[in-house]
C-alpha cells in the first residue's frame, strides 16, 4: 500500500549544442530531480509544475510526449516505513537561472554523463537512461 504520492520532473534545457539537466541537492545529502507531495485535487502535472515553480523558480516549462516514470521506494520516518511512489515526466525549459527554495542546499545544471554520475539513488539513474532517447531526439 502506498502511502505517499508525489510527482516530479526531470527538466533539461540546450545551452548550445550541449544538453543539460537540473539536478537539486536535498538536505539529506543526496542529489535529485525536482519532485514533492501531491496535494489535495491535484493533477499529477499541475502537481509537477507546481513542485517545479516553488523550488526553482522556473515557469516555462514544457512537457516531453511519452515519457511518464513512476518510481516506488521506502523510507524511515519517526520510527515507521512510509511507503513512497513519484511518477516523473520529462520537459523542456529555455531559463537557466535557478531560485532556489528554502527546500534544498543548491543545484546544478549537468550533461546526461556528469548528471549520471552525480545522481545518488539508482533508480533516479534509471528515470535519467530512460529519458535520454527522447532527450536527444529533441529539436533545438
Given at each position: 500500500?502506498?502511502?505517499?504520492?508525489?510527482?516530479?520532473?526531470?527538466?533539461?534545457?540546450?545551452?548550445?549544442?550541449?544538453?543539460?539537466?537540473?539536478?537539486?541537492?536535498?538536505?539529506?545529502?543526496?542529489?535529485?530531480?525536482?519532485?514533492?507531495?501531491?496535494?489535495?485535487?491535484?493533477?499529477?502535472?499541475?502537481?509537477?509544475?507546481?513542485?517545479?515553480?516553488?523550488?526553482?523558480g522556473i515557469t516555462d516549462i514544457e512537457f516531453v510526449d511519452g515519457y511518464e516514470?513512476?518510481?516506488?521506494?521506502?523510507?524511515?520516518?519517526?520510527g515507521k516505513t512510509i511507503q513512497k511512489e513519484v511518477v516523473f515526466f520529462l520537459?523542456?525549459?529555455?531559463?537557466?537561472?535557478?531560485?532556489?527554495?528554502?527546500?534544498?542546499?543548491?543545484?546544478?545544471?549537468?550533461?546526461?554523463?556528469?548528471?549520471?554520475?552525480?545522481?545518488?539513488?539508482?533508480?533516479?539513474?534509471?528515470?535519467?537512461?530512460?529519458?535520454?532517447?527522447?532527450?536527444?531526439?529533441?529539436?533545438?
Amino acid at each position: 500500500m502506498v502511502d505517499e504520492r508525489s510527482s516530479g520532473i526531470l527538466l533539461f534545457r540546450h545551452e548550445g549544442e550541449k544538453v543539460k539537466f537540473l539536478l537539486l541537492h536535498y538536505p539529506s545529502g543526496h542529489w535529485d530531480f525536482i519532485k514533492g507531495r501531491i496535494e489535495k485535487n491535484e493533477q499529477l502535472k499541475e502537481a509537477a509544475l507546481r513542485e517545479a515553480r516553488e523550488e526553482t523558480g522556473i515557469t516555462d516549462i514544457e512537457f516531453v510526449d511519452g515519457y511518464e516514470e513512476k518510481i516506488q521506494y521506502s523510507y524511515q520516518y519517526d520510527g515507521k516505513t512510509i511507503q513512497k511512489e513519484v511518477v516523473f515526466f520529462l520537459a523542456k525549459t529555455k531559463t537557466s537561472d535557478v531560485t532556489l527554495s528554502d527546500e534544498h542546499l543548491d543545484f546544478v545544471w549537468l550533461e546526461f554523463d556528469e548528471a549520471y554520475k552525480r545522481i545518488t539513488y539508482q533508480n533516479a539513474r534509471t528515470l535519467l537512461a530512460k529519458a535520454r532517447s527522447l532527450v536527444f531526439g529533441q529539436i533545438k
